[in-house]
């Protein structure tokens, strides 16, 4: 399948990633042959002088002061901490917060068999216990304020990781469009973490500055975004709802790469008797008695000194659900007394069980897929996703090309459609 629209944006970041993965040698072998093949002798004495005028004089007039200049914050390598600031404390600054550094646990080296994990599980185990980050990009305006929050009916809260520019373009332009719907506020949030030191690290974080520049929609904490570290990310951000929007109504949490009908996730939460977003909701595809991986090929393997237990208390996967915001804080509540999980989706039903609370499945949330009565109807047939909450997962085009059609006014769905 294959898309033709290109955003502006999208080609400039495309360019500009196309240019800086080049090497050295590259860029500079292209410069000779420019100046060879393109300009004469005078031409090039020519060049050279403008650009010696233009040198000597921004060396004494740097900045037109009738130019706008973004303000690129200086990003420093501070990456894990271990005194705990209060959300409600923090300030939006153009500064990293300079925290104590977390230190590794280095303990977990003497645990049975520990040379032998795999190297993602090995640095989860050192790092486990380091559980507060500074944060690089805010929006504690967000929801209004903590005592506006309240007018945020539906938060949507996607999981993205710093390369993700291409999906997060998409969801802004379709399903994830901050909007009024049916009376009531859709705002939208993407919670990232950090790529690993280095000049990659500050690049991206210049480019997410910029982003954020923008788009006001980013929320960034200082770790290293890997799956292992989803459900740290998962608790930052529950501690960040905590404090910048403790009455949001209700809450999409998902992947950035799932196709969502936000129109149908207001209708159903809309459609709750007698839950307004003050009462338990957890909803989403369920599991139940799910197996604990022991093999250490998989991605989701987990080894017995993590969970001694062999199955997992009932939880929603990951892709995406519904939650009240009463959950919502209900969650990070129990988080402080749960140990970090490296699975985000199994950790969220750890904290449900230790609160009472149970989740629950809704036939519109197909994080595996759809399931098609007939071989002979595609599975992206719209008026099959005109009924769902959510599909998991796509590349942007096509997330673009379903939005498109699922939003066609000229779309006529006869009743065959239905979802099993």
Known sequence: ??????????????????????????????????????????????????????????????????????????????????????????????????????????????????????????????????????????????????????????????????????RREVLRKTWAKERMYRGVWIRRVFILGSSSDGHEKEKLNKLLQVEQEEFSDILQWDFHDTFHNLTLKQTLFLEWVKGNCPNVRFLFNGDDDVYANTDNMVEYLQSLEDNDGSKHLFTGYLFINEKVVRWSKSKYFIPVVIQETNTYPPYCGGGGYLLSGYTALVIYKMSLNITIHPIDDAYMGMCLEKAGLEPSSHIGVKTLGLNIPSKEQDALEPCYLRQLLLVHRFLPPEMYLMWKQVNDPRLDCSPSYKLK
């Not at 240019?19 to 410069?31: C, L, P, Y």
């Not at 000597?56 to 894990?80: G, H, L, M, T």
């Not at 104590?100 to 068999?113: F, G, I, W």
């Open 1 to 166: 399948m294959t898309l033709t629209t290109t955003y502006p944006s999208a080609r400039r970041a495309y360019r500009y990633k196309l240019f800086h993965s080049q090497t050295g040698n590259a860029r500079t072998n292209n410069m000779i042959w420019f100046f060879r093949r393109v300009i004469s002798i005078p031409q090039a004495f020519i060049l050279l002088g403008a650009l010696s005028m233009v040198i000597y004089f921004s060396k004494y007039n740097a900045v037109d002061p009738n130019i706008p200049v973004i303000q690129v914050p200086e990003v420093k390598n501070v990456s894990q901490v271990t005194p705990h600031t209060p959300a409600s404390s923090q300030v939006q600054t153009n500064h990293v917060q300079v925290m104590e550094r977390c230190e590794a646990n280095t303990s977990m080296t003497s645990v049975t068999d520990f040379a032998s994990l795999p190297s993602p599980i090995k640095n989860f185990l050192l790092y486990r216990h380091c559980r507060h980050y500074p944060m690089l990009l805010d929006l504690p305006g967000k929801c209004g304020g903590m005592e506006k929050s309240n007018k945020v009916f539906l938060l949507l809260v996607i999981k993205s990781s710093p390369n993700n520019y291409d």
